[in-house]
């Protein structure tokens, strides 16, 4: 029989109404609420608060160039970075997450999670697995939300995290990946082959914007169970109350911590911290025997896992201007519009660096005056007594269009010279800067200002490209061999020759 077949008649079979399931679950529910989501303590200590009591002296913003390497530098980096969040205090929200890892019926790794001894240890189990879902999210859903505006004081809230570098098996930091040149595929490390677009040596290093930083708290780890206390059985089987005693009779219970991590995500430019999530994965071992209705089901032993995550995010105040750059005429108008990141009712404060190119009112409509030039626009909000800006460079002049040269092919013989016209249209462009490109310097090389000198046989494409807007154009040339050279030179002699011979007048 195939195995779902089998699993639903042993469900079937297990109760005609969803009884036993209902039950089953409310047990269980209710003992995990109870046992993970009582009495933790919220506080407000520092990550790493035994290592660096004083705030560091250094500027927060450090080149980006410099990433933290060792485990002190990072544990200390990412301190910084929490502090500076909470001084700047951007908008905060955290919320709880459960899974159990691979006990879903789709997930590879189907059944791994769960253990189930005992009679009927097969219908248990299937019940258990096709409850998980909604277990997840009942469990999810009796952690409170917690969320603080711009300014406010997520502290509080934070899970407290007092631990120094000792305290972790493992502290990453991460910004370095790989990507497929070819069909853009992101891997860890470089692959000789890629495995999607099969393109050989085709990864090219890459960074990312933000810094993972990973820290995995040491196997049975002072500062994790102070974290995270680890309850007696005693405790739980009060906690769980007449409710679930009334259905189950507790055998033992039993809990531990496999793994607690730290996830943090940390802008690199900026140091502002985007996430602070917590990980933990706990072993569960219960051991229940039904009462009363549910007694035909006999003595079981539940193990499984159960992921927590607290998932604290940030939202740093900000101003999005529509666009970074806009090329305008003289005397022209525009609209520029703003996203915000900010308080509600924030005003934006619109500022041009320079009248005579570009005025703005306080809707951020510009206006070019008769000039051209460069100026910044910029929008500016004030949250908290911090200025948050951005900007736009509105650049007032005729674009180029167009770029043309005097010749699309020439042929050459080493060392010849030839000179390349470039000319960028319309004429009265504003930028008319061009800048030349050769292929392969070894066949011929191209200077400054066009000029051309041929070196050895071959042929390569020449470029001018216009600062402006970036128009390409290109010239062929071709570099002939030395017999080309000899037999043009022998050419141009006897060419000399025959206007001579042509010289005597006919009689
Ligand atoms: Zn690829």
Not at 32 to 53: K, Q, T, V, Y
Request: aromatic fraction near 8%; proline fraction near 6%; glycine fraction near 6%.
């Amino acid at each position: 029989m195939p195995e779902k077949e089998r699993e639903s008649k042993a469900l079937k079979q297990l109760e005609e109404s969803n009884a036993v399931r209902v039950w089953l679950m409310r047990g269980v529910v209710g003992f995990l609420g109870l046992i993970f989501l009582g009495g933790i303590a919220w506080g407000a200590n520092d990550l790493l608060s035994r290592e660096s009591p004083q705030p560091p002296a250094e500027p927060l913003h450090e080149s980006i160039l410099d990433p933290p390497k060792t485990s002190t530098e990072i544990l200390s980096y990412l301190n910084e970075a929490i502090r500076f969040a909470k001084e700047e205090r951007p908008k905060y929200n955290a919320e709880t997450v459960f899974t159990f890892p691979g006990i879903e019926e789709d997930s590879p790794a189907e059944g791994e999670g769960l253990t189930v001894t005992g009679s009927h240890a097969e219908k248990i189990k299937t019940a258990f697995r096709l409850a998980a879902p909604e277990l997840e999210e009942y469990l999810s859903g009796t952690v409170q939300k917690q969320e603080t505006e711009y300014g406010g004081d997520f502290v509080p809230y934070l899970l407290p995290v007092n631990a120094g570098a000792t305290d972790f098996s493992e502290l990453r930091c991460e910004f370095i990946y790989y990507r497929c040149e070819a069909c853009g595929k992101e891997e860890g490390e470089p692959q000789e082959v890629c495995p999607d677009c099969r393109a050989e040596n085709a990864y090219k290093i890459a960074y990312r914007d933000n810094y993972t930083i990973t820290l995995v708290f040491a196997p049975d780890n002072a500062a994790s169970k102070a974290m995270f206390p680890p309850r007696s059985a005693e405790e739980v089987a009060a906690l769980l109350g007449d409710e679930v005693y009334d259905r189950f009779q507790a055998r033992g219970i039993t809990t531990s911590t496999d793994q607690i991590t730290v996830v943090a995500t940390v802008n690199r430019e900026s140091k502002k911290l985007l996430a602070l999530h917590y990980q933990k994965k706990l072993h569960v071992g219960l051991g229940l025997a039904g009462k009363a209705a549910l007694e035909p089901l006999g003595a079981f032993d539940l193990e499984f896992n159960l992921l927590e995550e607290i998932k604290n995010d940030f939202t740093w105040p900000a101003v999005h201007i529509s666009e970074r750059e806009r090329t305008m005429g003289r005397n022209e108008s525009a609209m520029l519009s703003v996203r915000l990141d900010a308080p509600e009712g924030a005003e934006v404060v619109w500022k041009s660096s320079d009248e005579k190119i570009v005025t703005v009112d306080q809707q951020g409509y510009i206006k070019t005056g008769k000039e051209f030039g460069e100026a910044q626009v910029s929008a500016t909000i004030l949250v908290n007594g911090r200025e948050y800006t951005d900007a736009c460079a509105i650049s007032v002049r005729i674009p180029a269009e167009k770029i043309k040269l005097s010749h699309r092919k020439l042929s050459l013989a080493p060392e010849e010279r030839a000179q390349l016209e470039a000319v960028i249209s319309p004429a009265k462009a504003t930028n008319q800067t061009v800048t030349w490109h050769t292929e392969d310097p070894a066949i011929a090389t191209v200077d400054k200002k066009g000029l051309v000198t041929a070196h050895s046989p071959g042929t390569v494409t020449v470029y001018a490209l216009a600062q402006d807007g970036y128009y390409r154009a290109s010239c062929v040339i071709t570099v002939k061999g030395a017999e080309a050279w000899h037999e043009k030179n022998r050419l141009s002699l006897s060419s000399g020759w025959s206007a001579r011979r042509k010289i005597p007048p006919r009689s």
